[in-house]
């Protein structure tokens, strides 16, 4: 990397470090946190033009918040101008304005209830017919189930989600500032709507995010199905209970809310905050179909991603967070079929993260020029698909290695027109090596220099590239992090340096 010249010479010089000095790479010094901003060398969201948040709020826009009523006033209240909203305490934001907590009887719609979803969507009884156009289950459930799931699902998106506007500091207080039970959502875009306004010049510090739950996840029989007869009994037209596409792998639970979802988002920094799913983890929700339909990736699941950025959101950094104890922790481009959106935005910097008992999507990515650099990784792989193996083998297997954790999968998810530069991350990987370091998921390039897994130094590139001689990345990314104010620190000292320092509380 590049030294940043003129940071360097004010370092050297003392004026720098007039005010609370930032850790290596951290905010510019001030003698207010909540008016720190993102130092003018860090990462891509620096490049972007910088991020100011509501540093510059006048009085009457800085907010001590402690309800989910006083965090949405606030926000109200200020709208575009420059603000600071601190979160004092927990703010739990599946409540009324009461402050009355409320769960899945409340939000639900009748005639909604989870036990006859199960029934009727069954892959007994849905996948016997498939889809004559796509040969595969009918994807668009039917009928007043799904129905009710819908509207129940509206219900509590209108409440968990709040919607954060430009010119916005989000700062915890003290060492136990968190938001619970609902997400953050910086931008408006859908993809249905992908042409929506941008929201941009966001800070989030200091917070720790759990339990983004959603009571009304959505069943889906073609996500992943196929016809594999691997499987006994597996094949496309139906002959009795124990013959036909009702026997084929697939199937997917899938679920609405992130901790925090960029949709359309430029100029945003999430600095030192802390994202798990709580005490509800989806560990304690296994698969509700029998065999086979209850492969591990079969849970159901009531949490999304973590941190996801998508719909042509722009010049990102994420720093010293401490990711948890989650399968699927960040998404950068949400489809190959947003070119159009995603191509020549989604650029992001990753640095200084933990991510500890971590699945996959760390991140995945599509599109973006990702920086990802002195970050650390944990994971344990037993449980992981063997190459060698049928697909029937693997889902024993999966079964039997009884994880007690989220498998490993592959940290940088290297997807469709990605350019990912990895540099100096550690990676601990429990029943795994370099080669699932990182995993091709329809990318071509991808760069790491000077990374160590499991306590030696590796060649991720040459690991990864040994698996498949037919899937080969290239390390010509035709781009190059440039204008950071201090190199990376050396993969040795990426443990302490992160154990030390990422997660809420520790600013």
């Known amino acids: 990397m590049k030294t940043n010249v003129l940071f360097a010479a004010l370092a050297a010089a003392g004026l720098l470090s007039a005010c609370s000095t930032p850790a290596p790479h951290g905010g510019k010094a001030s003698s207010d946190i909540s008016r720190e901003i993102l130092a003018a060398n860090d990462g891509w969201a620096a490049m972007g033009g910088g991020v100011t948040g509501g540093s510059a709020a006048k009085d009457e826009n800085v907010f001590v918040v402690s309800t989910r009523k006083e965090f949405v006033d606030a926000l109200k209240k200020a709208g575009d101008q420059p603000k600071i909203i601190k979160i004092k305490g927990t703010i739990n934001l599946s409540t009324d304005d009461s402050g009355r907590e409320l769960f899945e009887k409340?939000?639900?719609?009748?005639?909604?209830?989870?036990?006859?979803?199960?029934?009727t969507y069954a892959p007994a009884v849905w996948n016997t017919k498939l889809d004559p156009?796509?040969?595969?289950?009918?994807?668009?459930l039917t009928g007043p189930q799904e129905e009710a799931r819908e509207a129940s699902s509206k219900r509590q998106e209108a409440r968990v989600r709040i919607s954060i506007p430009t010119n916005t500091t989000i700062i915890g207080l003290g060492n136990d500032a968190r938001i619970i039970k609902g997400g953050l959502v910086i931008g408006s875009r859908t993809t249905q709507n992908p042409a929506g306004p941008i929201v941009s010049n966001v800070i989030i510090r200091n917070i720790e995010?759990?339990?983004a739950f959603d009571y009304f996840p959505a069943w889906d029989p073609g996500?992943?199905?196929?016809?594999?007869?691997?499987?006994?009994?597996?094949?496309?037209?139906?002959?009795?209970?124990?013959?036909?596409?009702q026997m084929c792998p697939g199937g997917r639970w899938n679920s609405e809310y992130d901790n925090i979802w960029l949709s359309g988002a430029e100029r945003v920094w999430v600095d030192h905050c802390t994202f798990s799913d709580g005490d509800r983890n989806d560990k304690k929700f296994p698969p509700n179909f029998p065999f086979p339909h209850n492969e591990v990736t079969q849970k159901v699941q009531h949490h999304d991603g973590m941190l996801d950025i998508t719909l042509g959101s722009n010049f990102v950094t994420v720093s010293?967070?401490?990711?948890?104890?989650?399968?699927?922790?960040?998404?950068?481009?949400?489809?190959?079929?947003?070119?159009?959106?995603?191509?020549?935005?989604?650029?992001?910097?990753?640095?200084?993260n933990f991510y500890e008992n971590a699945g996959q999507r760390l991140p995945r990515v599509r599109f973006g020029q990702i920086h990802t650099f002195n970050n650390y990784y944990i994971g344990n792989a037993a449980g992981l698909d063997n190459?060698?193996?049928?697909?029937?083998?693997?889902?024993?297997?999966?079964?039997?290695?009884?994880?007690?954790?989220n498998i490993w999968r592959g940290a940088l998810g290297i997807g469709k027109n990605s350019a990912i530069f990895s540099e100096n991350n550690v990676f601990e990987i429990k029943n795994g090596g370099a080669e699932i370091?990182?995993?091709?998921?329809?990318?071509?390039?991808?760069?790491?220099?000077?990374?160590?897994?499991?306590?030696?130094p590796a060649?991720?590139?040459?690991?990864?590239n040994a698996l498949d001689p037919k899937k080969q990345l290239s390390p010509d990314l035709g781009w190059k992090p440039a204008g950071y104010g201090a190199k990376a620190l050396p993969a040795a000292e990426v443990p302490a340096y992160v154990k030390t320092h990422a997660g809420a509380g520790k600013l």
Request: charged share 30%; glycine share 8%; aromatic share 10%.
């Open 106 to 119: 409340d939000y639900a719609v009748a005639p909604y209830n989870f036990d006859e979803y199960v029934k």
């Open 209 to 211: 995010f759990q339990d």
């Open 320 to 352: 010293n967070n401490h990711f948890r104890d989650h399968d699927k922790s960040s998404l950068i481009g949400g489809s190959d079929s947003l070119d159009k959106v995603d191509g020549g935005k989604l650029n992001v910097t990753f640095r200084h």
């Open 459 to 464: 060649d991720i590139l040459k690991a990864v």
């Open 223 to 245: 996500d992943s199905w196929k016809v594999d007869k691997s499987y006994p009994g597996c094949q496309e037209t139906y002959v009795d209970t124990k013959t036909g596409p």
């Open 133 to 140: 156009k796509t040969k595969r289950p009918f994807r668009d």
């Open 387 to 405: 190459a060698k193996n049928t697909a029937y083998q693997n889902h024993l297997h999966a079964i039997e290695a009884k994880n007690p954790g």
């Open 437 to 456: 370091a990182a995993v091709i998921q329809g990318g071509s390039k991808f760069l790491d220099q000077g990374s160590m897994v499991n306590g030696k």
